[in-house]
């Protein structure tokens, strides 16, 4: 009875579209459900999110979930993720996607979800890191381990939305930095994200994992820009 009241004074609604969701209805509605631009990375070995690294940094795998346009669908999830503390967005949408991941043929399996970090600042101003459900969910559902306590953030940098691409790329060499003991070594890293932009967050963070004897790196956002 009292859920009731909740939800009809406090009706929710979708996270994308902001209609009213009916009875049956999670986080979004059927609408945006089918409207979502999925990529089908995880099907092309050779797809865009992976070409981002050409040159740069060895990967095993990289891929995204969704395309994210500006003022579109995506968009709005990711903004109400990260900045509205609606983190069961991460739940749904890792929940979606480790089913494509199960189908992955890779030489060597996924062993580890490593989420981006925030600096303990950030954290501390948002309260939560928002790709931590997307990669616990991952973890779960691959049935593999969640470390959040291996690659960590020693430089604070203010938000990369507000940045244009040139800025994202600026200064994010040196940014991270590692805690690990001989447990980690010879570990298959899958770092994940939310939104895959220029790469460079992704790449440094490739970099400092893969100081660590025998680590191989895979890449998995819940999205990725058109560039």
Known sequence: MFNYIIDLFFPKVCAGCH????????????NCRHEMPLTQYH?????????????????EHASALLYFNKKGIVQELIHNLKYKGHEEIGTVLGNWYVEDLKELVLETPFDVVIPVPLHPKKFRERGYNQVTTFGKTLAKGLNITYNDAVLYRKKYSKTQSKKNLLGRSDNIENIFDLTFTAE???KHF???????TTGATLEACSKALLKIPGAKISIVCMAMANS
């Not at 209609?19 to 059927?30: A, D, Y």
Request: aromatic fraction near 6%; hydrophobic fraction near 40%; charge should be negative.
């Open 19 to 30: 209609t009213i969701l009916i009875t049956n209805e999670t986080i979004l509605c059927t």
């Open 43 to 59: 099907l092309d070995p050779k797809n865009e999110a992976v070409k981002k690294f050409y040159g740069k940094i060895n990967i």
């Open 184 to 186: 980690n070594q010879n």
């Open 190 to 196: 899958l770092i994940v994200d939310d939104v895959l």
